[in-house]
């Protein structure tokens, strides 16, 4: 018998496709605004959204790294914002109108990790990750509503997690608002529906800094639960966004998309 390959050391077994992620939606004339856009998976659909036609608005905490990413993007803009902070929040969704007159696509991305088994974790831990998880896409979703009705068109797209559906150990308050996303998702479809405005939800398993931050150990654990058998890049997690943003999506709404390589099967 052959000996046995590490799973840290699996990658994707068809690593030519990856060439194939290039664009093939259009995006032309639409605006698109993205939370927690200066790394991973936000920044991969920052710059497929670009590539697509589309003005992109970057939003995160780090300006300087939302200056870097969208210096690199021709005609990209972008705000650092507290997803937390009301104020804040609609404020940079008044600029976005002011600069198109137009906002089209909302991606709910932002994200934090406080991390810690239930009997050690803080109040102050529990209330910043739902703030932020869970109290961002409501902010940005009620402040972007009036535009989206007024259009008669909009998509929202908020990034879930296998937690929010199963749990995770050591993740009481990271699972508890991912689960809440799914709860707003679902009831928001099914207010926006009658606008033309859909929402949905993507669970994604990819590269990010999120998974390389864990332990080897946890990192193997997690992978080998992926009937895959790896983590895919972020940038390919942006096709199952541009679908759900598409035109092609108008009857979908109200669903959380896995993009997992099978872990949620």
Known sequence: MGQKTSSSKRRDPHPARRQLLHVTYDFTGRTVLITGAGRGIGLAAARFFHSAGAVVWLVGRDGARLKEAADSLDGARFAEVDVTRTQEVDTVV????????????????????????????????????????????????????????????????NVTSYAGMHGNVGQTAYSAAKSGII??????????????????????????????????????????????????????????????????AGYVTGTVLPVDGGMSI
């Open 94 to 157: 008044s600029d976005v109108i002011s600069d198109t007159g137009r906002i089209d696509i909302l991606i709910n991305n932002a994200g934090i990790l406080r991390d810690r088994m239930i009997w050690n974790l803080a109040d102050e831990d529990w209330d910043s990750v739902l703030a932020v998880h869970l109290g961002g896409p409501f902010r940005f979703i009620r402040a972007s509503v009036p535009h989206f009705r007024r259009q008669g068109w909009g998509r929202v797209v």
């Open 183 to 248: 709860g707003l998702t679902k009831t928001v479809a099914k207010e926006l529906v009658r606008f033309g405005v859909t929402v949905n939800a993507i669970s994604p398993v990819a590269e990010t800094r999120m998974i390389t931050a864990l332990p080897d150990e946890q990192r193997e654990r997690l992978q080998d639960i992926i009937p895959a058998g790896y983590f895919a890049p972020a940038a390919e997690i942006s096709w199952a966004l541009a679908y759900l943003a598409s035109d092609q």
